[in-house]
């Protein structure tokens, strides 16, 4: 099993920035690709950005790429989410997720352990 639990959320002016962390533990992240997602109120959850687990191949939606920058540092079983020029759309709880194998997947359902979530707030 792998526990993962993020943290780095908060409110944040329109144009601000944020930095998103996920820590693994138990497991850890050895041979996994991992990925961020966002839910919105009243919508499903949403794919953002995924890594390999080499760090050599990555993903992103449409709606971040450009300002949004996944990273890992594996000797700290931890992923990154650094997210520049936040709009208000991007208010949303951001999950990590990881998965049992290395290729970079956008479908929630190829990902096997989640964390809990934490909130980004962005104001206009």
């Known amino acids: 099993q792998v526990q993962l639990v993020e943290s780095g959320g908060g409110l944040v002016q329109a144009g601000g920035s944020l930095r998103l962390s996920c820590a693994a533990s138990?497991?850890?992240?050895?041979?996994?690709?991992v990925g961020w997602f966002r839910q919105a109120p009243g919508k499903q959850r949403e794919f953002v950005a995924t890594?390999?687990?080499?760090?050599?191949?990555?993903y992103y939606a449409d709606s971040v790429k450009g300002r949004f920058t996944i990273s890992r540092d594996n000797t700290k079983n931890t992923v990154y989410l650094q997210m520049n020029s936040l709009k208000p759309e991007d208010t949303a709880i951001y999950y990590c997720?990881?998965?049992?194998?290395?290729?970079?997947?956008?479908?929630?359902?190829?990902?096997?352990?989640w964390g809990q979530g934490t909130q980004v707030t962005v104001s206009s």
């Open positions: 138990g497991r850890t992240f050895s041979g996994s690709a």
């Open positions: 997720a990881a998965r049992r194998s290395q290729g970079v997947v956008t479908s929630t359902r190829a990902y096997n352990y």
């Open positions: 890594l390999n687990w080499a760090g050599t191949n990555t």
